[in-house]
């Protein structure tokens, strides 16, 4: 496992929607191992693909339980809202609030090319939908209100 280098808002890459994973290959499987290492060691809650400079359909998130590996995710259900404060690891020192579904249902492969389906709600819909709007080439900022200096 290797740490990664964070892509910064700026950077045209995270602008660009991501591609689709064809083949869990042993190179998207290190790309996984190298992202959960990354995002931990940066102390944040999720990590998609674009950020370490790969357009692939790829994030993970990890709000407490340990790390959610989606590949080609598919948000098929929202349902509710909720606005909170959200940050980036690829938009250092600043914070907005987003209104983001307060509960969906999502279709995803894990690292095994298993697919799965997984209601989530609160934060943990919350960090879904801010990774996957990274897939297609959305920041937080794109949404947020009050985005504020940290």
């Known amino acids: 496992m290797?740490?990664?280098?964070?892509?910064?808002?700026g950077d045209d890459i995270l602008r660009k929607k991501s591609?689709?994973?064809d083949n869990i290959t042993e190179r998207i499987k290190e790309l996984v191992e190298d992202m959960i290492e990354?995002?931990?060691?940066?102390q944040g809650v999720g990590l998609a693909a674009p950020q370490v400079g790969v357009l692939r359909r790829v994030?993970?998130?990890d709000i407490g339980d340990g790390p959610i590996i989606f590949i080609n995710p598919v948000i098929e259900e929202v349902e509710g809202e909720q606005?909170?404060?959200?940050?980036?690891?690829?938009v250092p020192g600043k914070q907005g609030d987003?209104?983001?579904?307060?509960?969906?249902?999502?279709k995803a492969m894990d690292i095994e090319g298993t697919e799965f389906e997984l209601e989530a709600e609160a934060f943990l819909a919350r960090a879904i939908c801010h990774e996957?709007?990274?897939?297609?080439?959305?920041?937080?900022?794109?949404?947020?209100e009050n985005i504020e200096e940290i």
């Open 98 to 106: 987003v209104l983001r579904p307060y509960k969906i249902k999502v």
């Open 38 to 42: 990354t995002m931990y060691e940066s």
């Open 19 to 21: 591609k689709t994973v």
């Open 83 to 90: 606005y909170g404060l959200e940050g980036c690891l690829s």
């Open 2 to 9: 290797a740490l990664r280098k964070l892509r910064i808002d």
């Open 59 to 61: 994030f993970i998130v």
């Open 132 to 144: 996957y709007d990274h897939l297609e080439g959305i920041l937080y900022t794109d949404k947020a």
